[in-house]
């Protein structure tokens, strides 16, 4: 089993739709949770991170967690075709530095 | 900040020679990683320091591959003999010990024909 899995997809959808990407982790001692964006040729960009259960919003962007179901989400409001890029969950244990990452999810917004 | 710099950007070379990749950290940063990005395994942890002193190294794939870290603001990898298979991206990225988000370089382009 993997360690963090995502959906490669792609998952294609509308503009001005809500996305949604799951992740979910093997590792019952994770305690923090990122989600990074990644556009063909770039490097990977943090655009969230979450350390307790629930939700956390920022902007058109919110994550979810539920360490019970060793889950993590991103959603993204009113998607522009801007969005479009490959997104990378990642988690680590407290107090360790070292992140993994899933494959990570290619998302196409649909003009 | 300049963010966490990378050189160079593309390297292409042929198979049996030494490559070298290097890095500066965002200053104030003290953890620094080195992540390599394929299609086929996405982005695998190879190293990582904290204050300079490699952490792990569990993810570094062979002898062939080494990496130094001789002060805060420098750290380089280190492939000798390179083959074809280590063509990859090449990410380093640091962030505060203690603080898990990491901010990563523009990465380097390895092609190794």
């Known amino acids: 089993q993997k360690e963090v899995e995502q959906n490669s997809g792609p998952l294609s959808v509308p503009e001005g739709a809500i996305a949604s990407l799951n992740c979910t982790y093997s590792?019952?001692?994770?305690?923090?949770f990122f989600w990074y964006r990644q556009y063909s040729g770039k490097s990977p960009e943090l655009i969230m991170s979450?350390?307790?259960?629930g939700d956390k919003e920022d902007g058109r962007f919110t994550a979810q967690l539920n360490k019970a179901s060793q889950y993590v989400s991103l959603l993204i409001r009113d998607s522009q075709p801007s969005d479009s890029a490959t997104y990378l969950c990642?988690?680590?244990?407290?107090?360790?530095?070292?992140?993994?990452f899933g494959t990570g999810t290619r998302l196409t917004i649909i003009p | 900040d300049a963010g966490v710099i990378q050189s160079p950007r593309h390297e292409v070379t042929e198979m049996g020679q030494e490559v070298t990749l290097r890095c500066k950290p965002i200053?104030?940063?003290?953890?620094l990683f080195w992540y390599r990005q394929t299609m086929m395994r996405g982005l695998e942890l190879l190293i990582y320091f904290n204050n300079n002193v490699p952490i792990d190294d569990s993810g570094m794939p062979e002898d062939r591959f080494s990496a130094k870290m001789p002060n805060a603001s420098f750290s380089t990898l280190k492939i000798q003999p390179s083959e074809p298979r280590d063509s990859a991206v090449y990410f380093c990225a640091s962030s505060q010990i203690m603080n898990t988000e990491a901010f990563f370089g523009q990465g380097t382009r390895l092609t190794v024909v």
């Open positions: 590792d019952r001692g994770s305690q923090s």
């Open positions: 200053s104030g940063h003290n953890s």
């Open positions: 990642a988690v680590a244990n407290f107090g360790n530095e070292k992140l993994t």
């Open positions: 979450i350390y307790s259960n």
